[in-house]
């Protein structure tokens, strides 16, 4: 089975530190979601791309994060500097949303920021 | 805005039951409704995926039904067994200017007892 794929999967850091994390959708898919998973806020979208083009981020604080797709093998979301606040389970999906086909996940990258 | 609400929050009953799983929606004009499985350290794994056009969608022992008039998809477990045990979370796109960006319910926890 075609499969989403996320690395690192999981991630401890040093508040301050630069955190990049990657994510290769699934062949063939030609929109990528980045969310972040808590608690207490549940699954929040941060980005939101279309044909390797950003359509969404206003869910991103901008002055920290930002999410790029150089390929469409590639997706990379950057924390940079990382704070406690930040910590959370990153996940990235995948899919072709027009078709009415479904949304695949990848195994997420749970980040801790100490 | 769309907004997405799954009751009960959590649930927990002994091996055999038939369960109910409800999620309501704000706006219905909605694309399609998908349900997603999500077991602990993992991401979401889709279910099932109702086409506004359509009225239920079965896989195995889940059936998942959708009336777009009253804003209402039920999930339907048979049988269920301790294997279902994870939390179930249902999401609908976002059609306004063509986004489809889902918007997510805060999932119910179902554990199942044998």
């Known amino acids: 089975d075609a499969r989403v794929t996320q690395t690192p999967r999981h991630k401890v850091t040093e508040m301050g530190q630069e955190v990049t994390m990657r994510c290769q959708p699934i062949?063939?898919?030609?929109?990528v979601f980045w969310y972040r998973q808590t608690m207490m806020q549940g699954l929040e979208l941060l980005a939101y791309?279309?044909?390797?083009?950003?359509?969404?981020d206003s869910g991103m604080p901008k002055d920290r994060f930002s999410a790029e797709m150089p390929d469409a093998t590639l997706a990379t979301l950057k924390i940079q500097p990382s704070e406690p606040r930040d910590s959370a389970v990153y996940f990235c999906a995948s899919g072709v949303t027009e078709q009415n086909q479904p949304q695949h996940f990848g195994d997420g990258t749970r980040l801790s920021i100490l | 805005k769309q907004e997405v609400t799954q009751i009960p929050a959590a649930l927990s009953v002994p091996e055999g039951e038939n369960l109910v799983l409800n999620c309501s929606f704000t706006d219905s004009a909605i694309y399609n409704l998908q349900w997603f499985r999500q077991d602990p350290g993992k991401g979401l794994t889709s279910l099932l995926l109702i086409q506004s056009s359509q009225r239920e969608q079965t896989s195995g022992r889940l059936n998942a039904s959708l009336d777009k008039s009253s804003g209402r998809s039920t999930l339907y477990i048979a049988a269920s067994q301790p294997g279902d045990s994870a939390t179930y979370l249902c999401?609908?796109?976002?059609?306004?200017?063509?986004?489809?960006?889902?918007?997510f319910g805060r999932g119910t926890s179902l554990i199942v007892h044998p």
């Open positions: 062949l063939g898919h030609n929109t």
């Open positions: 999401a609908v796109p976002d059609t306004s200017g063509g986004s489809y960006i889902p918007t």
């Open positions: 791309f279309r044909n390797r083009a950003p359509l969404d």
